[in-house]
C-alpha cells in the first residue's frame, strides 16, 4: 500500500470507509507551503487537568483513560538496526514506510525511555461529524491532554505489538514526514490479513479521517516515581526476547 492518492478504499472487513481526496490538497507540501512541524499541532489553549472529563469517554476524566500499552523506545542505535529486527520478525514494511525511515526527519530516541499510548476513535474525542481532518483531531487531543507521538513509535509500536487482532488498524498520531517528493504522511500499524504490516499513508492537515478510525496518542503523564537503573542499548537479539 503506498501514500494514500485520491481515493482510498479499505475493505469493509478491515476498515468500514472510503474517502475522495482533492487533489489540490495532496499536491506535495513544499509546493503548498505547508509546515510539516506545525502542521500536526496547531495552536490550542492545552488543558491538562486530570480533573477534566470528556463526555464522549462517558464522562472520564483525562487521568481515567486507560493506559493501553508502553512501548520502549531507544532501543536501536540505528535505522538499519530497526529494520533488521522488523526482518526478524518477519514484519512487512511497506514502500512508503520505509522511505519514511530513511528520511532526516525520522529520529531515533538517544535514551531508552517508556511512552505511555492510549488509543482513540476520532469519534471519542467528541466529534460529530462522520469525516473530521486531521489537524482538528490533533488539535482537540492536545486541548484534551493527549500529545502527538514521536514518529519512532510508529516501528516500535510494530515490533512490540505482535499479537494484533486480524483486522485492527491503528493510526500514528504524531507530526507529518516529507516523503521524498514533499508529501506529509504518517504510519500506521495494521493487520490486514497478510501479516502484520507497518505502513505509511496522506497525512495533509485537510485529510479527512473517518470517525471510526482509531489513533495512538502519548497519554497523560504518570505521577513521578523514583528513578529505576535501567540496562543501556541493547541489542536486536535482546529485544526480541523482551517482546515474547
Partial sequence: MSGIRDLIVVSASVLAFSVIADADELRPARAQGIDLAGAATPS?????????????????TIAGVPI???????????????????HAERIRVEDTADELLSRPAFNLSKTRRDARL????????????????????????????????????????RLQYLK???GEF???????????????TDF?????????ILIAGDAHPKFIMPSTMRFVFIGPEAPQRPEINRPGLF???QAKVENQ
Avoid at 493501553?68 to 522488523?86: F, P, S
Avoid at 491503528?170 to 506529509?184: C, F, K
Avoid at 500506521?188 to 502484520?196: E, I, P, Y
Wanted: some cysteine.
Fill in 164 to 166: 494484533q487482532p486480524l
Fill in 235 to 237: 541489542s536486536a537479539n
Fill in 68 to 86: 493501553w500499552r508502553t512501548v520502549t523506545l531507544g532501543t536501536y542505535e540505528t535505522v538499519d538496526a530497526l529494520r533488521g529486527a522488523l
Fill in 188 to 196: 500506521t500499524v495494521a493487520n490486514g490479513g497478510g501479516g502484520l
Fill in 170 to 184: 491503528l493510526h500514528i498520531a504524531m507530526a507529518p514526514i516529507a516523503r521524498y517528493g514533499g508529501e506529509p
Fill in 44 to 60: 490550542v489553549e492545552v488543558d491538562h487537568d486530570p480533573r477534566v472529563r470528556i463526555p464522549s469517554l462517558g464522562g472520564e
Fill in 118 to 157: 492510549v488509543v482513540l476513535a476520532v469519534s471519542e474525542l467528541g466529534f460529530q461529524e462522520e469525516g473530521v481532518s486531521l489537524a482538528d483531531i490533533s488539535a482537540r487531543a492536545r486541548q484534551l491532554g493527549f500529545e502527538l507521538c514521536p514518529a519512532e513509535v510508529g516501528p516500535q509500536l
